[in-house]
């Protein structure tokens, strides 16, 4: 193989994976405090909706990304009203954010900017900008901040998770929060602090989609991606590092796939672009299925919990 073209992938897939990373991360943090978390992909339409509105009203990044993870955060603070507060279904509870996210997003794209839901394009002074311009052609090198912050902030989640007192705590809410009530710690103050951090990542995953990988939001353009990003985490055991390696995966599958777009193959001819799109999801499916069983979850992973007086 070229070269050329396998550094090519490598750099794709860098660009691809990012808010897949950032998503896992978000999700991994909910459920080791027991809370599952369907709403990965509205949280993260509605945050890329955010960035590009916020982006064009204001002309400022650093305005733009508070938007996006502020309106993440909200949705994530009404997950936790629905399942944390009231001992809702939690997953019930995450479709109807997905639902929601996917519906209004539309509704408010068409009512404000009249372009079939689609915002005006950001300007390049808002876009998140690449950060060694001279080595915009390197694969390792030539990608913009959030790229990096993504891959920074899995060691920075391990060692929250695995090396602090919070997120000891924290994975405890998701093992036996009845234990952790009886040492004096509120399950659901925790809970919500789990939920305020995962909606800070889908807002910044949400945002890169629009602030530096696309020009614009556009109605659905998270095509799925919370959806990979939860299997990721159920395939890397809701640990940071190995939903990292599973991200990376799907990131290189899809790198792949757009690269054998109009490719002749010897026996089979021209892939059809429907078959090469599909493949990400067609390995989500079945790395669900064969690894989903053999995952251990957190023990008190998606049971609502009330204080016993």
């Known amino acids: ?5 396998v550094w090519a992938v490598i750099a794709s897939t860098l660009r691809v ?5 950032l998503c896992a991360l978000a999700g991994l943090l909910s459920e080791r405090a027991g809370v599952i978390d369907i709403g990965l992909e ?7 909706f955010a960035a590009g509105t916020v982006g064009v009203w204001s002309g400022s990044t650093a305005v733009a990304l508070l938007a996006a993870m502020g309106v993440a955060v909200v949705l994530s603070w009404l997950h936790g009203l629905a399942c ?14 997905n639902i929601i996210a996917a519906g209004l997003t539309a509704v408010l794209g068409i009512a404000w900017f009249k372009q079939g839901g689609q915002t005006p394009p950001v300007s390049d002074a808002v876009r998140i900008q690449v950060v060694f311009p001279s080595m915009a052609d390197s694969a390792l090198f030539g990608h ?9 902030l899995v060691p920075a989640v391990w060692w929250g998770v695995y090396r602090t007192r919070f997120g000891l705590r924290l994975r405890a809410v998701g093992e036996n929060p009845a234990m952790v009530d009886a040492a004096g710690v509120s399950v659901t103050r925790l809970r919500y602090a789990a939920l305020t951090l995962n909606g800070m990542l889908c807002g910044l995953a949400g945002a890169y989609l629009v602030l530096a990988q696309n020009a614009s939001f556009v109605p659905n353009m998270t095509a799925g991606r919370g959806f ?5 985490m159920i395939f890397g055991q809701w640990h940071p590092v190995k939903a990292l390696w599973a991200c990376l995966l799907f990131g290189a599958l899809d790198a792949i796939a ?10 089979v001819g021209e892939v059809p672009v429907q078959a090469v799109q599909a493949l990400p999801y ?3 499916v079945v790395l669900l299925a064969g690894f989903i069983g053999k995952s251990v979850a957190p023990r008190a992973l998606g049971q609502a919990y009330l204080k016993e007086r």
């Open 144 to 152: 913009n901040a959030l790229v990096y912050l993504s891959l920074l």
């Open 282 to 284: 067609l390995l989500t």
């Open 17 to 21: 994976a990012t808010p897949l990373i």
């Open 258 to 267: 757009i690269r054998l777009q109009g490719v002749s193959l010897p026996m």
């Open 84 to 97: 944390v507060s009231h001992q809702g279904d939690q997953v019930v509870s995450g479709v109807a954010i």
């Open 1 to 5: 193989m070229d070269e050329s073209l």
């Open 42 to 48: 509205g949280k993260m339409l509605f945050a890329a």
């Open 228 to 232: 990979m990003a939860l299997a990721a």
